[in-house]
């Protein structure tokens, strides 16, 4: 990989944090279900995990799959619109290096919490 690929791959998880805390967010605001609620807690703690760089991979991968089914949830998969669909490819395509590659450079620790506790 190039070595602009570090910061790209930092910059493509910082991205994916924001995607993640605005779906949040913009679910937070309105009237939902438990399960929205639980979906959300889960996405947060992700994408706090996300932006300390802990286990990027893993991260990414139940990021992407807690925000399908947070959309699939909450608006329900016939009542997407557009721009909730172009989110989510725009949020699929951020995730796809940051779980092929790693957290690159940038990250808090190296393979996670091992070799700290």
Known sequence: MTPSGPALRFGARLALVGI????????????HIIGAAALCSLLTVVSLWLAFGVRTR????????????????????????????????VAVSLALPLIAYGGGRYCTYRGGWQNVI
């Open 20 to 31: 993640f805390v605005s779906s949040v967010l913009s679910t937070i605001a309105g009237d």
């Open 58 to 89: 893993v991260m990414a991968l139940l990021g992407i799959a807690l925000y399908i089914g947070l959309d699939g949830l909450v608006p329900g998969f016939e009542n997407l619109s557009t721009y909730a669909l172009i989110e989510l490819v």
